[in-house]
């Protein structure tokens, strides 16, 4: 699809529902006892699979719209599945039901898309398997034989809210105590969704303690819009001439804020308005208008706080004057695509100056761009960063694969020109 272009981009937009609050939400409605109530479902492929994986263990599950409600059986309320589980793109939906199926009284199977496929499950099976989980194979698909899991004192070796999660989830079926130390903060929608359902969870810095034995009771969860959705009019808003875009209702839980640091640090005209708690998660509106950009380091503890929206701070970066490194951010080899690889071949078509490094990528900016025949590796986030930086690119630049934003943002094309006119 050819990307249209827009000579600015004003107006009013509210994002998709978050994606991690979203799965989560599902996951943990269908372990709890009794209805859970989920309005601001994001309804992307991603987070259908996990209701679609749900259902296929006995849990009812009603959509209508936005509004999901999940009749959760408690933690052994759910059946074996008679099929293959399969969990589509989905790196959350497949690493988080690792941790929930290790600990079960049947056996199953995981599978997703070919994506899916190359993506490291040994991740998640290791540390499991400290707990006596039996996972086969380290990619999918996967055989998972449940069984008794007993707690477990775990230093992780990756910054990862999907491992870090899978192991809190597998601690609520064991026998004892889970400890869990992190190596960076990642996102803790999981722990706050856990605390507010009644777990017996402890947070204390990097610190994470569960503890089996207490009934998980049903919430109404209301999802904020994702932050790594706003990202994507964040930066459009920023880039672009005469511009300015108001995205209301954004999650800015501090574990995935790091956008708003770097904008800070790249100079951008940008203000956090409103700023309140909905469902246990803060939420606020941020407005972003037409900046000048400057380079900046990107690098430590702050790229788990950011790690999704990489590659459009990348195109924003492309439109800074001078250098930014980002360093650190190897996690990225290891998503939908290897984003580093992507960002760093897809923008040298448009005669970025790029470099890529081990860790991350450099980028000289401030320099003319034109447009390009992109390939998007069918990863929704890299589909969205290019649409963004194609609109100051010159010429004429197009997507082979657009569809592909449907894993997290349906709308967004929609939602996007929109903001054009
Ligand atoms: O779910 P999936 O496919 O892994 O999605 C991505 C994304 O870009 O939408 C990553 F590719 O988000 C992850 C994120 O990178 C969602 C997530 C979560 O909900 O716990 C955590 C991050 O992954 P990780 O590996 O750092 O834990």
């Known amino acids: 699809m050819e990307i249209q272009k827009m000579t600015r981009a004003r107006g009013e937009i509210i994002v998709p529902g978050d994606k991690s609050i979203s799965h989560r939400a599902v996951m943990l409605g269908a372990l709890a006892n009794g209805t859970t109530e989920i309005h601001g479902f994001l309804r992307g492929a991603d987070c259908l699979s996990t209701i679609d994986c749900f259902r296929e263990m006995g849990i009812e599950i009603e959509v209508n719209g936005g509004d999901v409600t999940v009749h959760g059986k408690g933690l052994n309320g759910l059946k074996k599945p008679e099929k293959t589980l399969y969990t589509g793109n989905s790196g959350t939906t497949t690493r988080l039901l690792c941790g929930i199926l290790a600990g079960q009284p049947f056996d199953c199977e995981i599978t997703g898309d070919a994506s899916i496929c190359r993506r490291p499950m040994g991740r998640v099976a290791k540390p499991l398997a400290l707990m006596g989980a039996q996972i086969e194979g380290e990619y999918c698909p996967l055989k998972i034989h449940g069984t ?10 990756v910054a990862s ?9 597998a601690g609520l079926y064991a026998d004892g105590e889970t400890v869990i130390h992190e190596t960076e903060k990642s996102r803790d929608h999981t722990e706050r969704m856990l605390s507010a359902m009644g777990a ?12 089996p034995g207490k009934e998980l009771k049903p919430q109404t969860v209301d999802v904020p819009g994702d932050i790594s959705s706003a990202a994507f009019f964040m930066v459009l808003g920023a880039i672009m001439p005469n511009s300015e875009i108001k995205i209301k209702n954004v999650g800015v839980n501090p574990t995935r804020t790091g956008i708003i640091d770097v904008f800070r640090d790249m100079g951008a005209n940008m203000e956090i308005v409103n700023e309140r708690t909905v469902s246990g998660e803060p939420v606020a509106d941020i407005i972003v208008s ?3 950009l400057k380079g900046c380091e990107i690098g430590g503890d702050i790229i788990p706080r950011l790690i999704d929206e990489l590659p459009v701070i990348a195109a924003a970066a492309v439109f800074a004057e001078g250098r930014t490194v980002i360093s650190g951010a190897q996690e990225l080899k290891v998503k939908e695509s290897n984003r580093i690889a992507a960002v760093v071949t897809e923008f040298k078509k448009c005669g970025i100056d790029i470099t890529e490094t081990d860790d991350g990528m450099i980028i000289n900016g401030g320099k003319p761009v034109h447009g390009a025949d992109f390939a998007t590796r069918s ?8 649409a963004v930086l194609a609109q100051r690119a ?14 997290s943002y349906p709308a967004f094309f929609g939602d996007f020109y929109g903001l054009g006119k």
């Open 290 to 292: 037409t900046s000048n």
């Open 161 to 169: 809210a999907q491992v870090k999660t899978a192991l809190i989830l």
């Open 379 to 386: 990863d929704h986030r890299m589909a969205m960063s290019l």
């Open 200 to 211: 017996d969870i402890e947070v204390d810095g990097l610190k994470i303690t569960v503890r």
């Open 148 to 157: 008794a899991l007993h707690g477990m004192d775990y230093q992780m070796t």
């Open 394 to 407: 010159e010429g004429i630049s197009t997507l082979d694969d657009g569809e592909c934003v449907d894993v």
